[in-house]
Each structure stands twice: as C-alpha cells, then as structure tokens.
C-alpha cells in the first residue's frame, strides 16, 4: 500500500510539474503568490481594525460592477474597480455621517448592491455567463493585464502603509491618540478602504465573490496565532499569504481540483494547524 501511495503521490507530482510548463499556470502561481502577499499585507489592519465584514460586504457587492460590465459590452474588470472603490468609499462615509453600528451599514450595504446586482443581471440579454466564476473565480483564467494590476497595487499598498506604519499601528491602536498626535485620521483611513476596495475588486477574478474575503482574514488571523509583535505579525502574514497561495495551487493542480477553493482550504487548514500546534505548547 506504501508502495502505490508513494507511486500515486509522484505520479501526481509530476502531472503539477508538467503543468507548470503552461503559461496559465505560471501566471496563474504568480497571481497567486501576488493576491497572497496582498491579502496578508493588508489583512493585518483588516483583522486589528475589525473591517473583515467591510471586504466580504465590497466583495458581494462587486456583482453589481461585473453586471455593469456585461451591459456596456466591456471587459468587467475595467467596471469592477471604480464600481467596487466608489461603493468602498460610500459605505466608510454612511458609517460616519450615521449613528448606527457598522454592522448595520454593512448589512445594508449588501443587502442594497444585491439585489441591484441581481436586478442588473437579469438585463444582460442572452448572458451565458458561468455564475459558478463569478462565486468562486477562476485563477487559471487571469492574464498579464490581471497580473501587473495585483503587482501595482501591492506595489502601491506596500509603499503606503510602510512610509505611514507609525501612523497606521496608530490609528489601529487607539484613533483618539492618533488625533492627539495630529495624524490626518480621516485622510487614511479613505486611503486605506480604497486600497482595500482595489484589492478585492482585482482578487474577485481569481477566487469569486465569495472566497475573496479568505485571502483578507485568514493568513493575517493565522499570523496572530504566532505573535503579538506588529512587525512579526505583518511579515508572518504576509509569508503564510504566499506560501498557502503555492500549496493551494500544488493541491489544485495535483488532483485536478478548483484552484480559488484549494488556496482557501489550504489556508484553514493551516490555520487549524497553528491553533493546535499553540493549544499544545500552552499545555505542555
């Protein structure tokens, strides 16, 4: 038995080796790779300042921005950024101009670019799209343009957050001793739901509306399991990101499975490692 696994274990091997030799599966690695650093960069300040339901309410409400797309005759992608950073930008202002909790907003925000969604949709005359893509994407579909959009916006994020880290550990720490300290609050936390609206309208193609959240929360959520130091934390995540990124696409790739829903189920799973792994060392 040994024996057969072992050979099954290679053979399978082999056929990922094989299919590395494709340019779809090298841009679509080095998509992944991209998305996961993205995602784990900007997933610490999603997770410390609680905004895990603001990417998964942009992420569902980016349907509307493909649905704009179809009906104008235009690749969705060129719709789907300004919609999901205009809409982004919307929802951060309703939670400032309103007294109600953010979770409401969000729940209404969804609920509201839904149903436009859907309503949109049914406009689109003799659409034979793949609603299965749009759920849950389609990372061997992603081309050069989708490739050098993640680059420049991780490019972008990167440069961003770490010229500004004082300020951003700041207002995640404490916002009222962030404006005490005369730091243009307001100002980054509008830069920062752009970037993060960008970031999911360009993850969306890859792993569909309803993973793109995986890749904001998990590996940072993963990452706060082994340290509470900010700088660890940033860089553990931002590496598990693009290490569960390789692994789920070695898993999709391996055993002919979907490459969005692997990369997530390696994620969790590594996630649950790390969590027993800490439970035991606590106890022994």
Do not use: E, H
């Given at each position: 038995m040994l024996f057969f696994s072992s050979f099954f274990g290679l053979a399978q091997s082999n056929d990922f080796l094989t299919l590395?030799?494709?340019?779809?599966?090298?841009?679509?690695?080095a998509g992944g790779v991209l998305m996961g650093m993205l995602g784990g960069l900007l997933g610490c300040f999603v997770t410390l300042r609680q905004l895990s339901f603001f990417s998964h309410t942009v992420g569902h409400a980016a349907l509307v921005g493909i649905a704009i797309g179809l009906l104008l005759g235009i690749d969705p992608t060129w719709t789907l950024l300004p919609f999901t950073l205009a809409f982004g930008v919307l929802v951060l202002y309703l939670i400032e101009q309103t007294d109600?909790?953010?979770?409401?907003?969000?729940?209404?925000?969804?609920?509201?670019?839904?149903?436009?969604?859907?309503?949109?949709?049914?406009?689109?005359?003799?659409?034979q799209g793949n609603l299965m893509g749009v759920l849950f994407g389609d990372i061997l579909g992603i081309g050069n343009t989708d490739l050098l959009l993640i680059l420049g916006l991780l490019v972008s994020s990167s440069v961003f957050l770490l010229s500004t880290l004082r300020q951003q550990v700041l207002i995640t720490l404490n916002v009222g001793v962030a404006k005490v300290q005369g730091i243009a609050v307001k100002l980054h936390q509008y830069l920062f739901v752009m970037l993060l609206s960008l970031a999911v309208a360009v993850a969306i193609k890859a792993v569909g509306v309803l993973l793109v959240n995986a890749f904001l929360v998990i590996p940072a959520a993963t990452a706060k399991l082994v340290t509470h130091q900010f700088a660890r934390f940033l860089g553990i995540s931002v590496f598990l990101g693009a290490l569960?990124?390789?692994?789920?696409?070695?898993?999709?790739?391996?055993?002919?499975?979907?490459?969005?829903?692997?990369?997530?189920?390696v994620q969790f799973l590594v996630f649950l490692l790390i969590l027993v792994g800490r439970k035991l060392l606590v106890r022994g």
């Open positions: 590395l030799q494709y340019p779809f599966m090298q841009r679509a690695l109600l909790n953010n979770d409401s907003v969000f729940s209404i925000a969804v609920s509201a670019a839904l149903a436009a969604g859907v309503i949109l949709t049914s406009f689109i005359k003799g659409y569960s990124s390789i692994g789920g696409m070695v898993v999709s790739g391996s055993f002919n499975l979907a490459s969005g829903p692997s990369i997530v189920v």
